[in-house]
C-alpha cells in the first residue's frame, strides 16, 4: 500500500491507499443539479494519466502536431494545459490538510476545482490537492502530481486477481439506479434514472464500437446490450450490408463462433487492462466494458414477482415495490463519447468524419 506525502514537508497527507484502474466515469458532468456520489472506494486511488482543469486553451491555438503528440485526434472545444498524472482518491481518505478558502471557484452546490487546487498541507501551506464536490460532478480529491509524494508503507501491494478470481467474486452493477437531487423548498429529493456509470460506459464502449464497424452496420446482441447500443448504432452508421456482428465474451464464457467481428469484454478493474481472447477470436476487435456493467450484460437479473403464498426466496431481489424502469430509452453519455472517439486515431479516418459530424449535431441529442 502506497501514502501520499507533502513534496515540501514530507506530512502524511492520505490513508494508506492500493491502486487500481481510474473510472471511466471520472470527467462525466451528469444532469444538471445531481448530487452524484463518491467516485473512488475508499482506500484506493488511481493515476489520471491526462491534464485536467486550466489554464486551456482554445482548438485553434494548439499546434497540429502537438494535439496529435497528446492522443488528440479531432478537434475539441478547449484543450488543458493543467498538470499530468493527479492522484484521485475519496475525499475522505485525505488527511492533514484543510480547504482554502478563496479557491471556490465557479461553484454552485459545492467546490468545482476552477479555481485550481483549493486544499493545502495543514503543515506548510503548500497546495497539494483538488476538491470536487459540486452538483454533477463525482466527489473526488485530486492530488497534484507535482506537489506530492508516493511512499510505500506496509509492504507492496497483493498481486491483481487473475481473471478466475474476479468472475468468482463479481458483482453486477444495476442499470437502474435512485439519482439524487438539490430540492428546492422541499429540500433535496431523487429521481429513478439509468445509472450514470452505465451511461458513462456507453458512451466510451460506443466510439470503440464506432471503429470496429469500419463504417458497416453492427447488430449486437438482443436484449439490454440492444437497449444499451442498438439504436445509436443504427442512427450513426449507414444501413445495408455486409452487417457486422458483436458478442459478449469473456472470462468463463463460451469461445465466440466464427462469424463474429466484435467482442464486448470486461476491463480489469484493479490494473485497467482488457481481457483478450486465444484462438480463432484473437482477431476479433475489442471493445472495453467495466466489469461490473459486462457482467450485469452477461448475467441479466430479472425481477421477479413476489409469490402469491409462501416466503420469498433467498436469491429473489426484495424490493417492494419493485424498483421502476426509468421513464426514457436509454442515452449513452455524449461527453464520455466525444471524449473517447477524438483520442481513437481511427477517428482521423475520412468515413468517420461524417460519424463524428452526425453526434455532434443537436438532431441526434435523443440517443445521447
Sequence with gaps: MFVFVCARCDAALTAPLSQVALPLHARQTYGNGAQLPVLMEAGTFAV?????????????EVD?????????????PRVSDGTPGAVVIAPGDIRGTRLIPEKRGGSCCGLD???GPNTACATCDLPVATRVDDCSLWQTTRLGSDAVRQVLVGGADAEPLSWTELVQSAEGMSPFEPVA???????????????PRWEAAAG???????VASEGHPVQVP????????????????PAGPPRRHAVLAGPGRPAPGTGVDILLVPIHPQTGQIWTPTGPAASAHLVPLPLGVWWWLVSPRTYLPVPASGGIPRDVLRDHPV???PDRL??????????????????????????????????????F
Design 48 to 60: 489520471d494519466p491526462e491534464p485536467w482543469g486550466g489554464p486551456w486553451r482554445g482548438w485553434d
Design 64 to 76: 497540429p502536431g502537438e494535439a496529435e503528440a497528446r492522443g488528440i485526434y479531432a478537434p475539441v
Design 113 to 115: 476545482g476552477a479555481d
Design 181 to 195: 437531487t438539490w430540492g428546492g423548498r422541499s429540500g433535496s429529493g431523487h429521481y429513478w434514472s439509468w445509472s
Design 204 to 210: 466510451h464502449a460506443l466510439a470503440h464500437l464506432l
Design 222 to 237: 438482443e436484449g439490454l446490450t440492444a437497449d444499451v447500443f442498438q439504436r445509436a448504432l443504427d442512427t450513426l452508421l
Design 323 to 325: 424498483p421502476p424502469r
Design 330 to 367: 436509454f442515452r449513452a453519455d455524449r461527453g464520455t463519447f466525444l471524449n473517447t472517439l477524438v483520442r481513437l486515431p481511427a477517428v482521423r479516418r475520412p468515413w468517420m468524419r461524417g460519424v463524428l459530424e452526425n453526434a455532434m449535431r443537436a438532431g441526434r441529442a435523443d440517443i
